[in-house]
Structures are given as C-alpha cells and as structure tokens.
C-alpha cells in the first residue's frame, strides 16, 4: 500500500511488499483524506478518512 495515486505517489507512506498475513501500521498525525493504491495491483484503490472524534 503505497500513499497518493499509482501515476504520482505522495510519499507519505509505502507498506514495501507484503507477504500473506502480513501487516503494515501508519499513524496519521493530521485531520485529512488520504488516497492509497496498490504497487501490484494498482487498480485496488481506497481512501482513509481521518477526523477529529
């Protein structure tokens, strides 16, 4: 899982490659939206939405 869209990467945080079962822990520090994708399969996309509870 890598930050921002497969043809312009943000930067903000790359998982590397992940072997089945494995696991990958972000901390967002900032209220925002934050698009991510896939680097094998870059047309499985999301969006974390981080808000202030």
């Known amino acids: 899982m890598t930050s921002g869209y497969y043809d312009e990467p943000s930067g903000l945080f790359d998982s590397g490659y992940l072997d089945p079962e494995g696991s990958f822990t972000f901390i967002f520090k900032n209220i ?22």
């Open 32 to 53: 925002g939206a934050y698009d991510y994708f896939c680097t094998l399969h870059p047309w499985m996309k999301g969006q974390v939405i981080v808000e202030l509870s």
